[in-house]
């Protein structure tokens, strides 16, 4: 009975979050269509690359883990 209640409340916790990130994005796309419609010429520019943020790729035992997590992700997701 326990593991049943963690499974749902981790199912209900997981739903919101995707709840909450469906937010943000509909929130950004709202900006982004002000300025189009407003103001074009004031519009963010997306292209340029930052400087600070630099995704390097995994190796070892780091990005065997990460991978083992995407897929295991991927494999309980409902379809």
């Avoid at 409340?9 to 407003?38: C, M, P, T």
């Avoid at 035992?61 to 991978?67: H, I, M, S």
């Amino acid at each position: 009975m326990r593991e049943y209640d963690l499974i749902t409340r981790a199912k209900l916790k997981a739903k919101d979050a995707e709840f909450r990130a469906w937010r943000v994005i509909n929130q950004e796309l709202g900006v982004l269509v002000k300025f189009a419609f407003h103001s074009p010429n004031k519009m963010p520019d997306f292209t340029k690359s930052e400087g600070g943020k630099k995704s390097g790729a995994l190796t070892g035992k780091a990005g065997t883990a990460r991978l083992h997590q995407y897929l295991l992700g991927q494999a309980l997701k409902p379809k």
